[in-house]
Structures are given as C-alpha cells and as structure tokens.
C-alpha cells in the first residue's frame, strides 16, 4: 500500500513519469517516500482582506450587556403598548361591558367595537412614539450597540413589527397601503401596486410611479448584526418596474 501509494504521488503531484516495472525493477521505496514526505506543496498566496469593523460589527460586545438591553427594551414596548390599551379599557369600563342584565349581542358590539378602537390606536401609537425617538432615519448607517440611538431605533422597530404585518395583510393589494406606508414615511409614487409587502423602515424606501412589488418579495432596509449593532441604508425601485414574488432586495440596492 505505501508503494502504491507513493507511486501515485510521484505521477499526479511531482509530475515524475515511471511505469509500475520500472518502480519495482528499482525498488527505492524509501527514498521515494522520503522524497514524498519532504515534499511541500506551496499554497497560493492568498490576501485576507481586512475585516470591516462596520460590517462585521464590534465583536468584543458583551452578550449579557445586550442581552439586557433588549429586556430592558421589550418592558418599555410592552408599557407602550399598554398606552394604547387604554382608550379600549376606557371604552371597555364605560360602556360597562360584562353586565349580565344586557343582552348578549350588546356586549359583543362594545368588545368588537374596542378591538377596532385598538387596532386603529396602536399604530397611531406607534406613529408618535416613532416620531418622539427617531424621527426620521438616515440611509447607510451603522448604530453601535447597547448606545442610546441603538435602544431608540430596536423600540421603534418592535412597535412596528407587531403592526406591519397585520396591515400588509388587511390592505394588500389595495390602494390604502401606500397610503398607509406614505404616511410612516416611504416615497411612494403614484399607481403603484404592493401585495402583502412588509416595509420594515417605510421611511428608507423609495418606489417609483406605476411599479409592482408582487407577493412576499422583501426590501431589506435593516439588519441586525452578531454583535447586536444595526445597519441602516434605503432600497430605491424605478419607475414601471416589476419585483417578482420571493425577491429579496438587500441594503442599498437601486433597481
């Protein structure tokens, strides 16, 4: 096995030309595997690019600092969104919801009537808490980690994740959605068609007149990194284009 072996490295690797008689009529088996054994195969020259601390993200955070950081972000969402609880429990407690000596299709009016109420406060919540932190978001940008514009901008972004999805699904396909988006700040032209598209930062995106976003296409606007930093940047779609379903488009991407 050893002359075998030694035999094929000599042929496909050194390059040296011998038949199998002229191996065994001269049978240098361990000079040849010593030959084998000192030779090195030189590995290419290969430069490592540096890595890009604003794409890699500081890795040296400490994972207990951000994994606090975002319990301590989940509590202030959920506060906020007990804010907007409240106009529902107002109407819940006014009208008396519950009362047995009420017929039963009276109760049920006031509780479809408070989950409407809700469903039209939270993002109206969501629109002035968005407001009040951030404002409106800057393309290309890298927020550090546990900073303070960091835990503003990761609020933000839970508020919205518990409303977008709903609202793409409720008026996809419609012409209320970009409204909707237009209004959380997106750039969107006129006749333009979005079915159930999520915008995760509206205010990054910018589609042009008469463009189509088909069915579970994504504009990428926000990624969170290992090390818990964010980067920013917008997606721009031209006009009278056509994004085909399952399309994703990554940050900064322009068509």
């Given at each position: ?8 490295c000599m042929r496909e690797r050194l390059g040296v ?212 930093s964010i980067m920013l940047d917008g997606v721009k ?19």
């Open positions: 096995f050893l002359a075998i072996e030694v035999l094929s030309d011998i038949s199998v008689r002229e191996f065994y009529v001269n049978p240098t088996v361990a000079a040849c595997a010593l030959q084998k054994g000192n030779y090195i195969e030189e590995a290419p020259d290969i430069r490592v690019a540096p890595e890009d601390v604003a794409v890699t993200g500081d890795l040296k955070t400490n994972p207990v600092r951000v994994a606090l950081f975002k319990v301590l972000g989940l509590l202030v969402v959920y506060g906020i969104v007990g804010v907007a609880l409240l106009p529902t429990l107002a109407v819940l407690l006014g009208f008396g919801y519950g009362n047995e000596s009420r017929w039963f299709i009276i109760n049920a009016l006031i509780l479809v009537l408070s989950l409407i109420l809700f469903i039209l406060t939270l993002p109206c919540v969501v629109w002035i808490v968005k407001m009040l932190l951030i404002g409106k978001r800057q393309t290309r940008e890298r927020i550090p980690a546990c900073s303070w514009k960091h835990f503003r901008v990761w609020v933000v972004d839970r508020l919205w994740d518990m409303v977008v999805g709903r609202i793409a699904e409720t008026f996809g396909g419609t012409a209320i959605l970009p409204i909707i988006y237009r209004a959380f700040g997106a750039r969107i032209g006129n006749n333009v068609f979005l079915d159930d598209t999520v915008l995760r930062n509206p205010e990054l995106v910018e589609i042009g007149d008469g463009s189509i976003v088909e069915r579970d296409a994504v504009l990428e606007t926000f990624v969170e990194l290992p090390s818990g779609v031209g006009s009278r284009c056509i994004i085909e379903p399952n399309t994703v488009l990554g940050l900064g991407c322009k068509i």
